[in-house]
């Protein structure tokens, strides 16, 4: 396929700038892909359409202060985006400055950091920080929230909460899961006494989740890499879900991607443990874990919107792109939701 089969044009005022007053008063479009029907709703039905024993599985990854900025030695200003922690002195990162740094210069960030670029590979530059303090303490020191590039102002106090599910607790993302920022807990504990299943997974979102597919053909784009961290636990959730007729919900396309990796890697098996992944998922693959999406709506000619066109068929997420955009549905991170069932 191709990937101008998977853009489509959308109003600029349409773009979330903000999150919704409340974390569970975005709206919420339903789409049962097996009858090509949708119909409009708010987040607060979402437990009507989840009984007892069923699973809802969610990323508890956490957002790092990934963005920081500063000078070179040649006193050119730098933006450093970091896209992965990888020691405690280590991490790869995005650089933006007005001449590309080379290996064994420095850098100085937040008039407090010593940076030495260590070595590039290919868009990014892995870093070493010349500090006392882990690259933990610092992030969380000296570092900025990284709102996504579609967000035309600044990260503000309030976005220190609400760029954040209230259940993260693994740092490491440079993005937010972002379905995952409509459930408070109020909403956690209802769907608790529901006896809906609550399980976890680990994906710590990259900030490739946010590119476009540049290429002509979809089959020539190389996946970003994404860690990922499965329990037991929740293993054990889904399969007893599986044995009983129960459904599962991915919450958010990171956590599908989680499992699904997982379970292409296991021929149709899911492995308690850490991987990685670069699963690139698009029209024409077989689900072998997951059976309904909850997730925002995404970014013209992206991976993710290929993805939600997998799992719903292209036609489907078509029309329902367009209705959600006549409708004045609010897109992308802050914005609102979709309940998708999988096309069988």
């Known amino acids: 396929m191709k990937t101008q089969d998977f853009d489509y044009q959308l ?24 009858n090509d029907q949708w119909q409009d709703g708010l987040f607060l039905d979402l437990p009507k359409f989840l009984d007892a024993g069923d699973v809802i599985v969610f990323n508890d990854t956490q957002v790092i202060k990934a963005r920081l900025f500063g000078h070179k030695n040649s006193s050119g200003k730098v933006e450093v985006r970091i896209e992965r922690v990888l020691d405690d002195s280590h991490v790869l990162a995005a650089i933006r400055a007005s001449h590309a740094p080379k290996p064994n210069s420095h850098l100085l960030l937040a008039d407090a950091i010593n940076v030495t670029v260590v070595a590039r590979e290919q868009e990014f530059y892995v870093l070493r920080f010349e500090h006392e303090k882990t690259v933990a303490e610092l992030l969380d020191q000296y570092g900025h929230l990284p709102l996504p590039p579609y967000i035309t102002r600044s990260a503000i106090a309030t976005d220190e909460m609400r760029y954040q599910t209230i259940y993260a607790r693994n740092c490491g993302a440079v993005a937010a899961p972002t379905a995952g920022l409509h459930f408070d807990a109020a909403m956690m504990a209802q769907l608790h006494t529901m006896g809906v299943i609550i399980a976890y997974v680990t994906l710590h979102v990259g900030a490739g989740t946010f590119q476009p597919v540049r290429v002509e053909n979809i089959a020539d784009h190389t996946m970003h890499n994404e860690r990922y961290h499965i329990p037991q636990a929740t293993i054990d959730a889904i399969q007893q879900a599986k044995m009983t007729g129960k459904r599962i919900l991915a919450v958010g396309t990171t956590s599908l991607r989680a499992l699904e990796a997982c379970a292409s890697l296991h021929q149709g098996h899911l492995i308690a443990g850490y991987g990685s992944t670069e699963i690139f998922i698009t029209p024409g693959y077989r689900f072998q874990v997951i059976d309904r999406l909850l997730t925002n709506f995404h970014l013209p000619r992206s991976t993710l919107l290929m993805l939600v066109s997998a799992f719903a068929g292209v036609e489907t997420i078509r029309r329902a792109y367009q209705h959600a955009i006549h409708e004045r549905y609010r897109f992308f991170s802050y914005g609102d939701a979709m309940l998708i069932e999988k096309k069988i």
């Open 11 to 34: 109003p600029s005022e349409l773009i979330a700038q903000f999150p919704a007053e409340e974390r569970t008063s975005s709206r919420l479009l339903y789409l049962d892909s097996i």
